[in-house]
């Protein structure tokens, strides 16, 4: 079992820019089932992968692939066409809110927007419009999501999951990937690991999918990597007191970030006395979280709290 | 994106915000000038000296090399002595204020110089209230935030008596409705002409925040003078960076003069880079694992001299020019070089460090940690490059090298 995608995934690529069409090969060769693309001017073309399989994905490949993507003019024909249930947009950032509001329009169940730099206003509106619609939004500014050897939907290095016990749930695309890396070598995996992404409005946030793993059978623990700014970890605490029936541990980074200070991702910053580490580390503790003190110790964190 | 007073003032007033009339001068003459024109268009007497910079607490902040002379400076001369009297005034509070720097709560101790002052004419206040426009994260929208208690600091008040701050989220697909605005008046006690002017004000300032894609408009004193007029008496600014490519007239507002030379640098090369005041440099690849490197390297007794993110697809090139920022900062006692590699490859990484440290030298020492994609191939590259690097088995190994060796 995982949450949000696994190998009956069907995954439409909107953006197919030099960013969009390398990482779409990459999914492709880890195995993720990729049924059409969106492109305004190339719409009736193919769009063709191959290449030597990745055998850390999908088990029971062949040693290459080659496919052939058809491409369509909207998102709308897309999923007429192909059926498809799960989007990733890498669309430009100017562009992104709309493609995210296009497949919501189109009836895209899942929308994985790996965009950085879509401007606030853009997704204040992206999300108005999602309100009432059967879609979710992942991102934007996110690695995406993998359920390892089914389906990896982003940017993220396939080669460093394996299957295993432990939900992944995080703000930012590096700390996952040190995580995922310590849970695969303490031998734990991961159900599924899903980057929420670091911009201040985005369309997922830690309490949806802490719901998610609570929910899904095969998950034995959480860890949540947050970071300093806005409130969602704290709100994502006080889940865990209140609902959460299996054991989670987390991180917090900028302990040391000055208050002011963006600290890269666009929500990353401390103001008006509000985001810091310290109140979110508290919140975390008080909600019997085990809080792992620097990355490194992020997995024995996990294994420390799956232990209780 | 910051910009000063007296911009933020000319592009509310593009929008139909009212501000006092004012002028913005670098000069001693140039504010002397100022004067008589703003006097007879206000037909008040008073006029205000104001430091134009980009940190807030002006008034209260103080010149280093003029202890006794404050960032704002109200000109009451001219009550008794006429507009000569003014202009004598603005003349040497001018020739002290120009050129000299100003610390405020918000600079730290090095403070800002002053190049430029906005020359405003004097209100007849009533009341100072407060208004701001800024997004609330946990509902995902704008809100607009207002209280009575005008000229004070925000956060305090929000923390003292939270029941004072007044709060309504606008609906991007409607913007601010004229019942909210109504409610805000009626909440802050306006009425008559007052309660008219403020609907009129604070819905302008809401649809000009989504227009403009403002992370912050803040109007903290908006005034309401004897004639019922409401007026943004001072005027902050923030722009969405992400948002600048679509607002040349917000762009073309930049001061450089205000930025971080290094951060500057920095943001022409692609990267995201921060100065702290520490001595371990700091080079990563994504914002998280950045702020999470500067934080072990506190935790193991150490403090960054820098947040530094290279991103998810930096080049040799962009990781060279990152290099070279860090070796520029006089107080680096040692850099901390920790990438795990996904999109980023590790050989990419240790190429640019090897071409950086052939074009600088390297007189500090370096401690590299690398982990992920072509993990063995970077390391080899930095194995073969007779650099004097120490390989580190984890961030944390890592920190705690540098941060010995930087002692």
Not at chain 1, 198 to 227: K, S, Y
């Amino acid at each position: 079992m995982s949450v949000l995608i696994d190998k009956n995934t069907k995954v439409l690529v909107q953006g197919l820019g030099k960013t969009g069409r390398f990482h779409t090969d990459k999914a492709i060769a880890y195995g993720t089932r990729t049924v059409g693309a969106v492109h305004p001017t190339r719409a009736g073309t193919t769009e063709v992968f191959e290449g030597d399989t990745d055998h850390s994905g999908v088990d029971g490949r062949s040693d290459t692939y080659r496919v052939e993507i058809p491409v369509f003019a909207t998102v709308r024909d897309a999923v007429a066409e192909t059926g498809a249930d799960a989007s990733v947009v890498y669309v430009p950032p100017p562009f992104a809110a709309d493609a995210i509001m296009e497949a919501a329009e189109s009836g895209v169940g899942l929308i994985i927007c790996i965009t950085e730099g879509v401007p606030v206003a853009d997704m204040i509106r992206a999300k108005r419009y999602l309100e009432g619609k059967d879609a979710r939004l992942i991102g934007p500014n996110c690695p995406g999501v993998i359920t390892p050897k089914q389906c990896k939907i982003g940017i993220m290095p396939g080669y460093i999951h394996q299957p295993g016990r432990v939900g992944v749930v995080s703000r930012s695309g590096t700390l996952t990937y040190e995580a995922v890396h310590q849970l695969t070598q303490l031998g734990l995996g991961q159900t599924t690991a899903v980057g929420i992404g670091g911009d201040p409005v985005n369309g997922t946030n830690f309490v949806d999918v802490l719901r998610m793993f609570n929910d899904d059978p095969a998950t034995e623990g959480v860890i949540m990597i947050g970071e300093i700014g806005g409130t969602a970890e704290e709100e994502a605490a006080e889940f865990v007191k209140a609902e959460m029936t299996k054991p989670v541990a987390g991180f917090i980074a900028g302990t040391t970030a000055p208050a002011g200070k963006r600290m890269g991702h666009a929500g990353a910053i401390v103001s008006g006395g509000k985001g810091t580490a310290a109140a979110k580390i508290e919140a975390m503790h008080d909600a019997d979280i085990v809080v792992a003190p620097t990355p490194t110790d992020m997995g024995t964190a996990m294994l420390e709290a799956l232990g209780r | 994106m910051k910009v000063h007073e007296y911009q933020a003032k000319q592009l509310m007033a593009k929008r139909g915000i009212s501000v006092p009339a004012g002028r913005v001068v670098a000069t001693v003459d140039e504010a002397v000038a100022a004067v008589r024109p703003l006097v007879e268009q206000s037909g008040n007497p008073v006029v205000v000296v104001k430091s134009q910079i980009h940190a807030g607490g002006r008034g209260k902040g103080r010149f280093k090399e003029h202890p006794d002379v404050a960032g704002v400076n109200v000109v009451l001369d001219g009550i008794d002595g006429g507009v000569e009297a003014t202009e004598a005034k603005v003349r040497e509070l001018a020739g002290t204020m120009l050129g000299s720097t100003l610390v405020t709560v918000q600079t730290g101790d090095e403070g800002r110089r002053v190049n430029r002052l906005y020359i405003e004419q004097g209100v007849d206040i009533r009341r100072e209230l407060y208004v701001s426009v800024l997004l609330d994260r946990s509902v995902g929208r704008n809100i607009v935030m207002a209280s009575t208690e005008g000229g004070m600091e925000i956060e305090k008040v929000a923390e003292e008596t939270p029941e004072k701050i007044l709060r309504e989220v606008i609906d991007p697909a409607f913007g601010l409705t004229a019942f909210q605005a109504a409610r805000l008046g009626l909440a802050l006690g306006l009425d008559g002409d007052a309660a008219r002017n403020f609907n009129g004000f604070v819905t302008a300032l809401a649809s000009a925040a989504m227009d403009w894609d403002t992370d912050l408009i803040e109007i903290n004193p908006l005034v309401v003078t004897k004639s019922g007029e409401v007026m943004a008496l001072d005027g902050k600014m923030a722009f969405d960076d992400n948002a600048l490519f679509r607002h040349p007239d917000v762009q073309a507002m930049r001061d450089e003069s205000e930025e971080d030379s290094a951060e500057l640098e920095a943001k022409e090369a692609g990267l995201s880079y921060i100065t702290l005041d520490g001595t371990i440099g700091c080079l990563v690849n994504g914002a998280g694992l950045a702020m999470a490197t500067m934080d072990t390297i506190k935790h193991v007794g150490g403090e960054p001299a820098n947040f530094l993110d290279v991103g998810g697809g930096a080049d040799a090139d962009q990781v060279a020019r990152a290099f070279r920022i860090i070796t520029g900062d006089p107080n680096v006692k040692g850099i901390f070089v920790n990438i795990f590699g996904g999109i980023m490859r590790c050989d990419t990484i240790a190429t640019g460090i090897v071409e950086a440290v052939r074009e600088v030298g390297l007189e500090v020492p370096l401690v590299v940690r690398l982990e992920g994609t072509n993990v063995e191939l970077g390391k080899e590259i930095i194995r073969n490059s007779d650099m004097d690097v120490i390989a580190a088995d984890d961030m944390k190994d890592g920190a705690a090298k540098i941060v010995e060796l930087a002692r």
